[in-house]
């Protein structure tokens, strides 16, 4: 049982048996996906910065990987457009050694967060940061494959978002018609071609159509050959990733964005898929899988890969229910990797980059983008900062200081959700929590005992509101009854403040009883020692066996056998 949040969800499928109408399915979708993934593992490859051939390894290392050790049983894993940007930044600047260190440490902490049981956190990132920095991306995206699309003659482009467009402004006058033509023909099949069949997938068909077009009419187009000469179509060997100190601390930052949108994407593409299968994922065991995926990728010249959401939707579609699709899906593109690796070299560049502007309109999601334009002006503003901060910035900043903004946003919705306050007055007050039976409004309150409730989580940011009532107390009352019923849990912070109201009620002669005290607070409360100031006696598990411990307590002050301030 202690192994089962790790289990991948191909042991549950080995357990329960295969049967041979599934294999089939399963083998069918594969294939299919397998051809889905393999213009664009080349594409997002050269969009990174790296050779077209590192993306088709990573598409068959990473996709047998994930398939194999996924907490999902649809999950289809590989490089994603998700990276792109990331990618080509860490490459730029530190080349390939320095990404392929980045993504071996991504994966360590990958198996780390999974381990660590951080699937169930990072799957609830905030909506407006995850469509924030995904719209971004596809809007940088779109950016980057404009010279392609249009044939610019611009030798190397700037650096920054603002830059490049004025790059591309600049130099409008050198289009060149029959790459936009190319491109244009491109997009359109993609979008027209799902009419005529699903059988062949639109991409596929699309740099079939293109490649041929290009090669029968002898357009004088950039190829992937012309830029970057040919394509190798031998399986590389193994060989770890030269990690030395220095490099570990230079690279740690991108390693840490690497993990953690692997981990975003890789969790979301698990939700959507069990939206679509009706079963749910085990989110630290993906996060593990992810983790060995990004281990292992490097090893074969590979680049960071994650659960690619397209993929795994197409997979479902297709009937594929087990991971054996998946892995059907790697060998697959390995097998058009070594027998027809070297023909991706007369594929034009205009069509790869109409393939990832279609990549970018699907990734921006801007239904969802405008929608939370209309919400509440905190979601707005995490929305708006991350999405900029992606575009003018970079991503890593954005994903930080996104996560970051929600954080405290969270904070202030859990300081307004947290409630404290005497409940004392609510006595005879016949509409006061009518339909709770547990309601202080019907029991008889001794003279002397005041009731005090605390509602929500007791954690740091609502402590100081706690403190503040009390402190406004002007005459300390002979009991104090703090009812607890509703708070699930209590931090450090949340132990001290209590700490400190408890002996100052205690210092004044006034006894201190917690009432409805669940077992997680109840075990802080353990480790910080207040049991033992507060008295066992005195921590009960609802107000009808506080009210009695009270009456008791003012039965034995009356009779002067024990002092009330000790409970």
């Given at each position: 049982m202690i192994l089962k949040p790790y289990q991948p969800a191909f042991v549950d499928v080995l357990k329960e048996g295969l049967h041979r109408s599934s294999v089939v399915r399963d083998i069918m979708a594969g294939v299919i996906v397998g051809i889905v993934a393999l213009p664009l593992a080349v594409a997002f490859a050269m969009a990174s910065g790296v050779k077209p051939e590192q993306g088709l390894v990573t598409a068959i290392?990473?996709?047998?990987?994930?398939?194999?050790?996924s907490g999902s049983r649809v999950q289809v894993g590989g490089p994603t457009?998700?990276?792109?940007?990331?990618?080509?930044?860490?490459?730029r600047q530190h080349g390939y050694e320095g990404l392929a260190a980045a993504t071996f440490i991504a994966g360590v902490l990958l198996i780390l967060m999974g381990i660590a049981q951080l699937g169930d956190v990072i799957k609830y990132i905030p909506f407006p940061v995850t469509v924030g920095f995904t719209s971004g991306i596809a809007v940088v995206i779109f950016s980057t494959q404009i010279r392609d699309a249009l044939g610019l003659e611009i030798a190397s482009l700037p650096d920054s978002f603002a830059a490049k467009w004025a790059a591309y402004l600049s130099h409008l006058p050198t289009v060149h018609p029959w790459t936009l033509l190319l491109t244009v023909l491109t997009i359109l099949i993609i979008f027209l071609w799902p009419k005529i069949t699903f059988r062949?997938?639109?991409?596929?068909?699309?740099?079939?159509?293109?490649?041929?077009?290009?090669?029968?009419?002898?357009?004088?187009?950039?190829?992937?050959?012309?830029?970057?000469?040919?394509i190798s179509n031998s399986f590389p060997r193994p060989s770890l990733p030269h990690l030395h100190p220095e490099l570990i601390i230079q690279m740690l930052r991108p390693a840490v964005s690497i993990a953690m949108l692997a981990g975003i994407e890789s969790l979301l593409s698990a939700v959507v898929a069990d939206g679509?299968?009706?079963?749910?994922?085990?989110?630290?065991?993906?996060?593990i899988a992810q983790g060995i995926a990004n281990l292992v990728s490097p090893v074969f010249g590979g680049i960071p890969a994650t659960g690619a959401i397209a993929r795994t939707a197409t997979n479902i579609k297709n009937g594929g229910t087990t991971p054996i699709a998946g892995i059907v899906h790697a060998l697959t593109v390995l097998l058009i990797f070594l027998f027809f690796g070297k023909q991706a070299a007369s594929i034009p560049m205009a069509t790869l980059a109409g393939i990832l502007i279609v990549v970018a309109y699907n990734m921006s999601e801007y239904h969802l983008f405008f929608k939370l334009l209309r919400g509440p002006r905190s979601d707005v503003l995490v929305l708006c900062m991350t999405f900029l901060l992606t575009i003018l910035v970079d991503l890593s900043v954005a994903i930080e200081v996104g996560i970051v903004l929600a954080a405290f946003l969270f904070m202030r919705r859990m300081i307004i959700v947290s409630q404290a306050g005497w409940v004392t007055s609510q006595i005879g007050n016949g509409d006061s929590n009518s339909d709770d039976p547990l309601a202080t409004s019907k029991r008889r309150i001794p003279a002397g005992v005041e009731v005090f409730e605390i509602n929500g989580p007791f954690f740091f940011g609502a402590t100081e509101k706690f403190k503040t009532i009390m402190q406004e107390v002007e005459k300390p009352p002979k009991i104090?009854?703090?009812?607890?019923?509703?708070?699930?849990?209590?931090?450090?912070?949340?132990?001290?403040?209590?700490?400190?109201?408890?002996?100052?009620?205690?210092?004044?002669g006034t006894a201190v009883i917690l009432s409805g005290v669940n077992a997680p607070v109840r075990a802080v409360l353990r480790t910080g020692g207040l049991i033992r100031k507060v008295g066992r006696k005195n921590i009960l598990f609802n107000i009808d066996q506080a009210l009695m411990r009270a009456e008791k307590i003012l039965t034995i002050a009356v009779s002067g056998t024990e002092p009330p301030r000790k409970g």
């Open positions: 290392v990473t996709g047998l990987v994930i398939s194999v050790f457009g998700a990276f792109i940007i990331l990618l080509y930044e860490i490459v062949i997938p639109a991409t596929l068909a699309a740099i079939v159509i293109t490649s041929a077009a290009a090669a029968i009419f002898d357009l004088p187009v950039e190829t992937i050959g012309s830029r970057f000469g040919q679509m299968t009706g079963r749910r994922h085990r989110s630290n065991a993906e996060l104090l009854i703090l009812r607890m019923r509703h708070v699930p849990m209590m931090d450090a912070t949340g132990m001290k403040a209590l700490e400190e109201v408890i002996l100052r009620m205690q210092a004044h």
